[in-house]
C-alpha cells in the first residue's frame, strides 16, 4: 500500500470517528474531540469542518 493511500484511509477512518461522536454528543468542541479521540487539534478541527459542511448540505 502505498503512503498516501494509507494516509487516505487514516483521514476517512478518524472522519467516520469525528462523526460518531459528533452524532453521540451534540454541541461538543474540537477540543473535546481531540481529546476524546486521541486526535491533534488541526485534525479535529477539519473534520469538524468538513462535517458540518456535510449536514448543511454544501
Do not use: F, P
Not at 478518524?14 to 459528533?22: E, K
Not at 478541527?45 to 454544501?58: D, N, P
Request: proline fraction near 0%; include cysteine; charge should be positive.
Amino acid at each position: 500500500m502505498s503512503e498516501a493511500l494509507g494516509r487516505y484511509e487514516a483521514a476517512a477512518r478518524n472522519l467516520a470517528r469525528v462523526r460518531d461522536y459528533m452524532q453521540r454528543h451534540l454541541g461538543c468542541t474540537a477540543k473535546e474531540l481531540a481529546h476524546a479521540l486521541d486526535l491533534s487539534g488541526d485534525q479535529a478541527r477539519r473534520a469538524v469542518r468538513k462535517i458540518r459542511s456535510e449536514w448543511a448540505g454544501k
